[in-house]
C-alpha cells in the first residue's frame, strides 16, 4: 500500500472507534494552546488600530502600560491576520477600505488577445536527459560537447491566448526578435480569423525588446497595444497560466528524442488543447466551444 504499519494501524483504529467519521481529515491545530493570545487581548489590539492608527510597536507599548505584556512581532502578527497591516487599507473613521484586485475580464472574443514567449532548451539528437538521466553516458556525451562550444541552444515558444474563450495558438521558433514576432502574429491573426475571431481590439505584452519593437509597433496599427507593468506577469496571466500548462502537460510530460519531435508533436498539441482539453474558464468544455465558428478538420487528441 505504500505505507508505514503505525500508519496503517492508526487509521484502523480511527475507523473502528468512530466509523467513517473517523477516517475525515482533522485539523493540525493543538487542541490547547496555553502560549496563545488571548481573544481580548486580539480585539484590544484592533480596536487601537482603527481608532488611533498606532503602530505596531506603539500599541505593545500602551499594551506593557496596562500590564499586558506582548512583543511587537506578535503585535504585528495579529495586524497582518485582521487585514490591518498596511495604514492605508484603514479608513480615517477606522473601516477598512482595502479592495480586491480587480479582475481582467475580456467581454467578448478578440477583445483581449495575450502574447508572451516561452525559452525552453533544444532537445539534442537522441534526446536529453530527462530521456536518458544526469550521469548516462548520453548526457556526458551532450555535455563534452557543449565543452567543445557545440551548444544545442534553445527553442522560442510564441503564444497567443484569447482572454475570452482560451483559445490558443503556439509556434516553436528559434528567436525572440520583431520580425520573427511580427510573422508569428500575422499567423496568429489568420488561425484566429478560421475560427470566427476576425480582430483583435487590444493586444496585451510584457516589455520584451521585440513587443516594443518599431515593426512590431507598425504591425499593430489600429489594435490597442498595452504593455503590462513592469515586473508584474501576473497582469498577463491568461497566457502565463497557458505557459505552466504548456510545460506540464506538453514540454515534460513525456521524453522526446529530438527536437523536431517535439516541433511535430506540437502542432497536435495545438488541437487537442483548443478542441478536447477540458478548462476551466469554458465551463469545463474545451476553449473552441465558446466561439460560434470552428473549423472541420479536427485531428485526433494528442496523447
Known amino acids: 500500500m505504500g505505507i508505514s504499519r503505525a ?12 466509523g467513517e467519521h473517523g477516517l475525515l481529515d482533522r485539523s493540525s491545530v493543538p ?3 496555553p502560549t496563545a493570545t488571548p481573544d481580548q487581548v486580539v480585539a484590544r489590539i484592533e480596536t487601537l488600530r482603527r481608532e488611533k492608527k498606532w503602530s505596531a510597536r506603539r500599541i505593545a507599548l500602551e499594551l506593557a ?22 495604514r492605508k487599507f484603514i479608513d480615517p473613521t477606522g473601516a477598512d477600505n482595502r479592495k480586491p484586485p480587480a479582475m481582467i475580464v475580456a467581454r467578448y472574443p478578440g477583445h483581449m488577445v495575450h502574447v508572451d514567449i516561452k525559452k525552453v532548451g533544444r532537445i539534442p539528437d537522441g534526446g536529453g536527459w530527462r530521456m536518458h538521466g544526469k550521469g548516462s553516458d548520453h548526457a556526458k556525451k551532450v555535455d563534452r560537447g557543449k565543452k567543445r562550444g557545440t551548444r544545442t541552444g534553445y527553442v522560442y515558444l510564441h503564444s497567443v491566448v484569447d482572454g475570452f474563450s482560451r483559445l490558443a495558438y503556439t509556434e516553436a521558433l528559434t528567436d525572440e526578435k520583431g520580425v520573427t514576432a511580427v510573422g508569428f502574429i500575422n499567423r496568429a491573426k489568420a488561425f484566429f480569423a478560421a475560427h470566427g475571431i476576425a480582430r483583435f481590439t487590444r493586444v496585451v505584452t510584457d516589455n520584451g525588446p521585440c513587443y516594443r519593437s518599431a515593426v512590431f509597433v507598425r504591425t499593430l496599427a489600429g489594435t490597442r497595444h498595452q504593455f503590462i507593468r513592469r515586473y508584474t506577469p501576473r497582469h498577463n496571466g491568461k497566457v502565463e497560466r497557458y505557459n505552466r500548462i504548456l510545460a506540464e502537460e506538453f514540454l515534460y510530460a513525456r521524453g522526446w528524442t529530438s527536437e523536431s ?8 498539441w ?10 476551466t474558464a469554458a465551463g469545463n468544455r474545451p476553449p473552441a466551444t465558446r466561439l460560434h465558428a470552428g473549423v472541420t478538420n479536427v485531428m485526433a487528441s494528442y496523447s
Not at 500508519?7 to 468512530?18: E, G, L, T
Not at 519531435?261 to 497536435?268: G, I, P, W, Y
Not at 495545438?270 to 478548462?279: A, K, L
Request: net charge positive.
Open 270 to 279: 495545438n488541437v487537442h488543447y483548443n478542441y478536447h482539453r477540458p478548462h
Open 65 to 86: 502600560a496596562e500590564g499586558i505584556k506582548i512583543s511587537v512581532r506578535t503585535v504585528s502578527r495579529h495586524l497582518v491576520r485582521l487585514g490591518l497591516n498596511r
Open 31 to 33: 487542541h490547547h494552546q
Open 7 to 18: 500508519c496503517a494501524s492508526k487509521w484502523v483504529n480511527r475507523y473502528r472507534q468512530s
Open 261 to 268: 519531435q517535439r516541433s511535430e508533436a506540437l502542432a497536435v
